[in-house]
Nanobody
Framework: VQLQASGGGLVQPGGSLRLSCAASVRIFSTHTTTWFRQAPGKDREFVAAIRSGGSGGRIYYSDSVKGRFTVSRDNAKNILYLQMNNLRPEDTAVYYC??????????????????WGQGTQVTVSS
């Protein structure tokens, strides 16, 4: 499985961006797919996740993005999305998509994911 993230860029505070993560094969029925982010000097941070279709497809968000970000996926196109609205300067980071076939007790632990995209930079600044 290979993941390709895209869609990052420079946006003003309050603006929106949509990130995409294209998977090389069909994985959404078998893999938990997740967005993480990493700001300079900080640890990689969980953002949002969708459990596999086989596990019910439950969605999770970090408290810091709940109500502003929406994670979704297009099963036909094998693409995971992250719609980011009302962006803040503290959302500035490199955003990564990740996938895990394991049944995860928690979707928030980066070390549980074996497959990662290359990252896309999001900068929120006026």
């Amino acid at each position: 499985v290979q993941l390709q993230a895209s869609g990052g860029g420079l946006v003003q505070p309050g603006g929106s961006l949509r990130l995409s993560c294209a998977a090389s094969v069909r994985i959404f029925s078998t893999h938990t797919t997740t967005w993480f982010r990493q700001a300079p000097g900080k640890d990689r941070e969980f953002v949002a996740a969708i459990r596999s279709g086989g596990s019910g497809g439950r969605i999770y968000y970090s408290d810091s993005v709940k109500g502003r970000f929406t994670v979704s996926r297009d099963n036909a196109k094998n693409i995971l999305y992250l719609q980011m609205n009302n962006l803040r300067p503290e959302d500035t980071a490199v955003y990564y998509c990740a996938a895990s076939r394991a049944i995860l007790s928690s979707t928030t632990v980066a070390s549980a994911y074996g497959t990662w995209g290359q990252g896309t930079q999001v900068t929120v600044s006026s």
